[in-house]
């Protein structure tokens, strides 16, 4: 050790396209000094030995980039500095021109919800189809079939019937009610629990791999940072994920009036329920237990908080049990904490888990959102159809 | 007797205490078994990667603030072994029974000293029914009443561990999450807990790591570890590992995410679809390799003229690796930190690349 200390002030230049990621630095003898967010916020500062250090970025993917050495004490982050040219935003495809002889579909004719033009777009089975449509039966290949879909927005179902979206608008708030859909294939059935702040969702019938039907679904909320949390857990990226947290106080801010977003709020909640952190002023979540009484998570979250961070054992108790008779929690993490607290609770909470409506389904846990499958009797579902679910931010 | 090796006492002074089944005989799952339940094959990939697991916890385990404790061995089928300290010792078989009793004096071991770690490791057959269970040697016994009985609760057991007083856990599954169609009408199969907690009980760290997400199957290779063995091994041994204050270190934090790379890479290097569930509280240490390492995976385009092309690697430290045109690609190696660099040769043009490389993984595709 020796050596003068150097103030080497690193900062994040933010281009409107730069996606919420981490950036892992190290010193010149390649010790790793921290993992910090690029998501917004003031300009970072880090005391290192010497220069250079040298910085690397982590995507949600699990892709990592390139090491960068950093000689400039004031060093501006950017796609280009990094090595990392996928960060800008692709251009955008010029639309496929439909066939001579038939009229372009207008979608302001058909956000009028014009009767007429939707049966001439419906009459034509090539073209892509922009269905402005409710639990309305969506065919797929491979004999899946999205039998419902109850979340407002646009459903778009592509030309060879591989792959159905869901693009739902931005609003100021997006505590909007959580939704589920259900696909269907052979004799499976898939149920998820949809966020309210859902932005994205595409449903994709790949080809059969070994007899077997994949129906994979991604998806991505208008919480872009709290979508990169959780595709960094799902990862196993827990410093990653912990930048995230670490920027800004995200969770607390999400629950502001002018940011109303429970469901970004409560992601960030699970992870600081994991990582055991005790919050000082914790008051932002049990407004996510008491103000959102359509997502149990909230409940379950305080609840868990509770017991472990402040020992309330009963009070927690109490939360769980008003968490079990709101629902099925939004989210996988909230599930598998319900169920742990009301089997450990003893006779206390296994009266609520009799209760359970999914209790005989098969959960998939390797799901963020809460998903579980309703499969017919042996000979059907389960050797044949392979279901998979995944946060899938906008580019990476 | 299932205590294959005691270097530590334990007490005042912490230790890992680690806890390996290894499980390739399913007797009672063959021809002849309850039609009510899958059948399933027997495993050779198995016990070998649980040996395999048990001799790098002997020989290579490092961790000055928590050394080696002891390990409980149970093996199907049942063999005798040599330990590290010239021991002969006859390792009993992973039937029910046997694992009930050796978890009992894992417990107990782990529960001893708070700053202990606990090192659980399952490999064999699993299957998935809301919860994930783990099959003993005898899952599938006529003999047993109840069909569920010889096997764990790995869903229950896991959470029951908040009850140990080792505030490190961690918890290797290597075994699949099917759900084979005999099962689909059990009703809510219980399993053995082992152990159980109450909301009281917490646990500051516990880590999961499992050989593949639910209706995956895990992949082995007849004859030699599997895929998750060979991953896990190369992780703990550097590919996971950063370097703080002059030490190499493997925390649960690195060791997940380079577990989930690493089978990924090994993945397209095989032709397969490997992955690895993992899931983690807070961070804790767990391993001291000499030296961090990287996983090295090198392809070229185009696609049709990927056997062409000779792989030559550099490294600064001066280690060369390489592989011949014709073998398979992408092609993947292990090598310390540091520089490298890399040439694609043809016989009419090279292509060459340098960059440093640092834990857990470098992937790199040249263009001809």
């Known amino acids: 050790m020796g050596g003068p200390v150097v103030s080497v002030f690193i900062q994040f230049g933010l281009s409107a396209n730069l996606p919420p990621v981490a950036v892992e630095l190290f010193s010149?003898?390649?010790?790793r000094l921290d993992v910090v967010s690029t998501y917004s916020g003031p300009p970072r500062s880090l005391t290192v030995p010497s220069l250079p250090v040298y910085a690397r970025l982590r995507f949600p993917s699990g892709r990592i980039g390139p090491l960068r050495e950093i000689h400039d004490p004031d060093f501006v982050l950017s796609a280009e500095s990094m090595g990392v040219d996928s960060l800008k935003k692709p251009k955008k495809q010029a639309a496929p021109k439909p066939p001579s002889g038939i009229k372009a579909a207008s979608p302001k004719r058909l956000l009028r919800k014009d009767p007429a033009a939707m049966q001439e777009m419906m009459a034509v089975p090539d073209r892509p189809r922009l269905v402005w449509a409710q639990n309305q039966p969506i065919a797929l290949a491979n004999q899946a079939v999205l039998s419902t879909f109850d979340m407002d927005g646009i459903i778009r179902r592509s030309n060879d019937g591989r792959t159905v979206t869901l693009r739902r608008s931005r609003t100021a708030n997006l505590a909007r009610e959580p939704g589920q859909l259900t696909v269907e294939c052979h004799s499976a059935r898939l149920r998820v629990c949809l966020p309210?702040?859902?932005?994205?969702?595409?449903?994709?019938?790949?080809?059969?791999?070994?007899?077997?039907e994949c129906v994979d679904i991604a998806?991505?909320?208008?919480?872009?940072?709290?979508?990169?949390?959780?595709?960094?857990?799902?990862?196993?990226?827990f410093y990653s994920a912990q930048s995230m947290l670490d920027a800004t106080d995200q969770s607390e801010r999400l629950l502001s009036d002018k940011f109303l977003d429970p469901y970004g709020a409560a992601v960030g909640a699970y992870f600081l329920l994991r990582s055991g952190e005790r919050l000082a002023f914790p008051i932002w979540l049990r407004r996510l237990a008491?103000?959102?009484?359509?997502?149990?998570?909230?409940?379950?979250?305080?609840?868990?908080?509770?017991?472990?961070?402040?020992?309330?054992i009963d009070e927690g108790l109490r939360y769980l049990r008003i968490a079990a008779r709101r629902g099925t929690p939004v989210f996988a993490e909230g599930r598998r904490l319900l169920i742990d607290g009301l089997y450990r609770a003893g006779e206390a909470g296994h009266e609520f888990l009799r209760r359970k409506p999914d209790a005989a389904q098969r959960v998939i846990w390797a799901s963020p959102l809460t998903a579980w499958r309703e499969d017919e009797a042996p000979g059907g579902g389960l050797a044949k159809v392979s279901f998979r679910l995944r946060p899938a931010p906008a580019r990476d | 007797m299932s205590l294959y090796l005691r270097r530590n006492q334990g007490g005042a002074l912490p230790c890992l205490h680690a806890f390996v089944i290894g499980v390739g005989d399913y007797p009672c799952l063959g021809a002849g078994r309850d039609r009510s339940l899958p059948a399933l094959q027997a495993l050779s990939s198995t016990p070998i990667s649980a040996l395999a697991i048990t001799r790098w916890l002997e020989q290579d385990y490092h961790n000055p603030h928590c050394p080696l404790g002891t390990i409980e061995l149970v093996l199907s089928p049942a063999q005798t072994l040599l330990n590290g300290d010239g021991e002969s010792i006859d390792v009993e078989a992973a039937t029910m029974a046997n694992i009930e009793t050796a978890f009992h004096r894992w417990f107990q071991r782990c529960d001893d000293n708070k700053q202990n770690i606990a090192f659980f490791y399952f490999a064999g057959h699993g299957l998935l029914r809301d919860d994930h269970f783990l099959l003993a040697a005898d899952f599938g016994d006529p003999r047993a009443l109840v069909r569920w009985k010889n096997c764990i609760n790995f869903t229950r057991m896991r959470s029951g561990m908040e009850r140990c007083r080792a505030q490190t856990q961690f918890f290797f599954v290597d075994a699949c999450q099917d759900t084979p169609d005999e099962i689909l009408s059990h009703i809510m199969p219980q399993g053995q807990n082992l152990v159980d907690a109450t909301l009281y009980d917490r646990v500051a760290s516990s880590t999961v790591c499992c050989a593949a997400p639910a209706k995956y199957p895990a992949y082995g290779i007849p004859g030699g570890p599997t895929f998750f063995c060979q991953a896990l091994l190369q992780c703990l041994n550097g590919v996971a590992g950063y370097r703080t204050r002059g030490n190499w270190v493997v925390d649960s934090g690195t060791l997940m995410s380079a577990?989930?790379?690493?089978?990924?890479?090994?993945?397209?290097?095989?032709g397969l679809d490997l992955r690895a569930e993992v899931e983690s509280t807070k961070p804790a240490p767990l391993h001291y390799p000499l030296d961090g390492a990287v996983m090295l995976l090198v392809d070229c385009l185009p696609t049709a003229r990927r056997r062409e092309v000779e792989i030559s690697v550099r490294h600064s430290a001066g280690a060369h690796a390489g592989s011949p045109a014709g073998d398979s690609r992408p092609w993947t190696h292990t090598l310390p930190p540091g520089e490298i660099q890399i040439a694609l040769i043809t016989s009419t043009s090279t292509c060459n690349h340098v960059d440093r490389i640092q834990p857990p993984a470098y992937e790199w595709e040249g263009r001809l």
Not at chain 1, 28 to 31: A, I, L, S, T, V
Not at chain 1, 219 to 237: M, V
Not at chain 1, 290 to 312: H, K, N, T
Request: charged share 25%; proline share 3%; net charge negative.
């Open chain 1, 219 to 237: 998806y991505h909320t208008h919480s872009g940072w709290a979508d990169a949390l959780t595709e960094y857990l799902q990862n196993g990226d």
């Open chain 1, 196 to 212: 309210g702040n859902l932005a994205h969702i595409k449903v994709q019938a790949s080809e059969s791999r070994d007899g077997v």
């Open chain 1, 28 to 31: 010149r003898d390649m010790e």
């Open chain 1, 290 to 312: 008491d103000e959102f009484p359509s997502l149990p998570d909230g409940a379950v979250i305080w609840a868990w908080y509770l017991i472990r961070q402040e020992q309330a």
């Open chain 2, 259 to 270: 577990l989930v790379h690493v089978m990924e890479n090994l993945g397209r290097v095989h």
